[in-house]
């Protein structure tokens, strides 16, 4: 889509290192809060650093100082509070003796979530074609097809399942973006986009946590899609990996 005039100009990223504080809801029973800074901004999103990983589709809500000619809404109000969708997250080069930091890029969404989000925060969305009055994007519930869509293109690869034990680190962060627990296992099953991994770990759907193979060198963040234990009555993590694909080579 083209924009000429002030609507291009409204839509310019502006760098205005404003201090933010993001609020996520991962899961009915846990959430968390960070303080940090924009790194730009237009009237309808930004992009900041934060040292928890999120992922595309999730919901986010932001309270900052916006100057109030880039507002859509509460133009009297001293902070600006917003919903915003996260539209890409990756992680940034580790800088030594520092928290690993995740670049954040989010649409800002309107002043209320909506009802799903309050029922389920583990729910993902999508921008909506038609805007919201405000000007800003509105969302719709994701689907299976928009997640498959994900992997079109033309260097996409067939989904290869490898059912095979990894041995693999389990690491789950507290509201601080510490790690609070910790649990070395092995995968049922592994592939590209995420495993089925035992474990012996309560965590709900929709928290995020991070995946290592020593042996492999290799560490991504990771969705909990789902917990559930097999005929063995052995509790299994489904994940999928948010932050990159697990490269299969030298596994087959």
């Not at 986010?60 to 133009?75: G, S, V, Y």
């Not at 009802?115 to 583990?122: A, K």
Request: proline share 7%; net charge positive; hydrophobic share 35%.
């Amino acid at each position: 889509m083209k924009y000429d005039g002030k609507q291009k100009r409204l839509r310019e990223r502006l760098e205005l290192q404003l201090p933010v504080r993001v609020q996520c809801r991962e899961s009915l029973d846990h959430e968390w809060v960070e303080l940090t800074r924009l790194l730009d901004v237009t009237p309808f999103g930004s992009r900041f650093t934060l040292t928890r990983p999120s992922e595309e589709g999730r919901l986010l809500h932001m309270t900052l100082p916006m100057p109030r000619q880039l507002r859509c809404f509460d133009h009297v109000e001293q902070q600006y509070k917003v919903w915003a969708l996260v539209r890409h997250m990756r992680p940034l080069p580790p800088v030594e003796g520092k928290p690993q930091r995740y670049e954040i890029g989010v649409a800002f969404v309107g002043k209320r979530a909506p009802l799903s989000f309050e029922n389920d925060p583990t729910k993902r969305y999508e921008v909506a074609e038609s805007p919201t009055e405000t000007g800003m994007w509105s969302l719709r519930e994701r689907t299976a097809e928009d997640d498959a869509a994900r992997y079109d293109g033309p260097d996409r690869r067939p989904e290869t399942r490898l059912n095979m034990p990894v041995e693999v680190i389990v690491e789950v962060f507290d509201e601080k973006g510490n790690v609070a627990e910790r649990e070395t296992t092995v995968t049922e099953n592994i592939s590209r986009r995420g495993a089925a991994v035992f474990t012996s770990l309560n965590i709900a759907r929709g928290r995020f946590v991070r995946l290592t193979s020593v042996r492999y060198q290799i560490s991504v963040i990771a969705a909990v899609r789902g917990r559930r234990s097999g005929s063995d009555n052995i509790p299994r993590l489904h994940l999928e990996f948010v932050s990159q694909q697990w490269p299969l080579e030298g596994f087959e």
